[in-house]
């Protein structure tokens, strides 16, 4: 079974900046998809932050030139910067992966990390 453990959250000043890290483990053949998502309290769950196996990434219009996606292969990590930080951010954010595992397919989530940007 792969586990999402996430760190990096926490209380931070608009205009600030944090870096979220989300870790895999267990036996992962493939991992097709990596993502953030956020969500604040009353509000759906909505995409943030896409990175697909070829590296491509694409970005919710709200942080787009603010927050980069990234990761490291060699350590199972994917990364989220996020710079210039506004209080509509303040959500918790959660990981995402999509896993290939004996040749089935199956999505893996965060337990989520607390994100508070303040005026």
């Known amino acids: 079974q792969v586990q999402l453990v996430e760190s990096g959250g926490g209380l931070v000043q608009a205009g600030g900046s944090l870096r979220l890290s989300c870790a895999a483990s267990g036996s992962i053949f493939q991992i097709n998809a990596q993502a953030w998502y956020r969500q604040a309290p009353g509000k759906q769950r909505t995409l943030v932050a896409h990175?697909?196996?070829?590296?491509?990434?694409n970005y919710a219009d709200s942080v787009k030139g603010r927050f980069t996606i990234s990761r490291d292969n060699a350590k199972n990590t994917v990364y989220l910067q996020m710079n210039s930080l506004k209080p509509e951010d303040t959500a918790v954010y959660y990981c995402?992966?999509?896993?290939?595992?004996?040749?089935?397919?199956?999505?893996?989530w965060g337990q989520g990390t607390q994100v508070t940007v303040s005026s």
């Open positions: 990175i697909a196996s070829g590296g491509s990434t």
């Open positions: 995402y992966a999509r896993v290939v595992q004996r040749g089935l397919v199956y999505d893996y």
